[in-house]
């Protein structure tokens, strides 16, 4: 059982670039999310996606495309990357809500993408 | 706006040692408290979750409490060791989907 896997591991991009960060789980889970992660500052929510053709923005969204076609593939696309970007990238999925009273309700993250833009 | 605070940033103690890890909410109205750990290199894990009408959860030598009314949460790991050395973050669970993190104790247990 893989849990959630990401790709690339580490990816330099020079500005202006675009890119998709692959996202993959294999435990069928309905919930799926992508944050960030900044030296000095909490993992912060990019978008999240709520099953398969539903997404929605999360605390940071802007510069960033989600889409939800399959309920085990969750790819983050960079439009026009730009140095604020630069950044570490995590993939996360729950079988529920995330964030709410449900009981049981692990959030299983990826290894995280690090992505470097200059 | 949820801020979480995590006091210390960073704590090095030698292996053995029970120690704490605080955590801090501004916002009282949470749904869940989650704390993790994340080693380097790697993606978090999930040690703890205590729901809002929980008082604590206990895995192992790990005991997390949870205060609402204060907005506090704590973290006991008893008899340390070198293998608990990572950084340990808390999140609270705001709504659907919406985790608030803190920025992290970084932990050292040194043999």
């Known amino acids: 059982n893989a849990g959630v896997t990401q790709t690339p591991k580490f990816q330099v991009l020079k500005t202006g670039q675009s890119m998709t960060l692959q996202c993959a789980q294999d435990?069928?889970?309905?919930?799926m999310s992508w944050y960030r992660q900044d030296p000095g500052m909490g993992l912060r929510l990019i978008h999240y996606s709520v099953g398969a053709g539903i997404t929605d923005q999360g605390e940071v969204p802007n510069g960033y495309n989600v889409s939800r076609s399959t309920t085990e593939d969750f790819p983050l696309r960079l439009l026009s990357a730009a140095p604020s970007q630069t950044s570490v990238y995590f993939c996360?999925?729950?079988?529920?809500?995330?964030?709410?009273?449900?009981?049981?309700?692990?959030?299983?993250f990826g290894e995280g993408s690090w992505l470097t833009v200059v | 706006k949820q801020e979480v605070t995590q006091i210390p940033a960073a704590l090095s103690v030698p292996e053995g040692e029970n120690l704490v890890l605080n955590c801090s909410f501004t916002?009282?109205?949470?749904?869940?408290l989650q704390w993790f750990r994340q080693d380097p290199g790697k993606g978090l894990t999930s040690l703890l979750l205590?729901?809002?009408?929980?008082r604590e959860q206990t895995s192992g030598r790990l005991n997390a409490s949870l205060d609402k009314s204060s907005g506090r949460s704590t973290l006991y790991i008893a008899a340390s060791q070198p293998g608990d050395s990572a950084t340990y973050l808390c999140?609270?669970?705001?709504?659907?989907?919406?985790?608030?993190f803190g920025t992290g104790t970084r932990l050292l247990v040194s043999p």
């Open positions: 996360a999925s729950s079988y529920s809500f995330a964030g709410t009273g449900n009981s049981g309700n692990t959030i299983y």
């Open positions: 999140a609270v669970g705001t709504g659907f989907q919406k985790l608030v």
């Open positions: 435990m069928n889970h309905e919930y």
């Open positions: 916002d009282s109205a949470i749904y869940n």
């Open positions: 205590i729901q809002s009408s929980q």
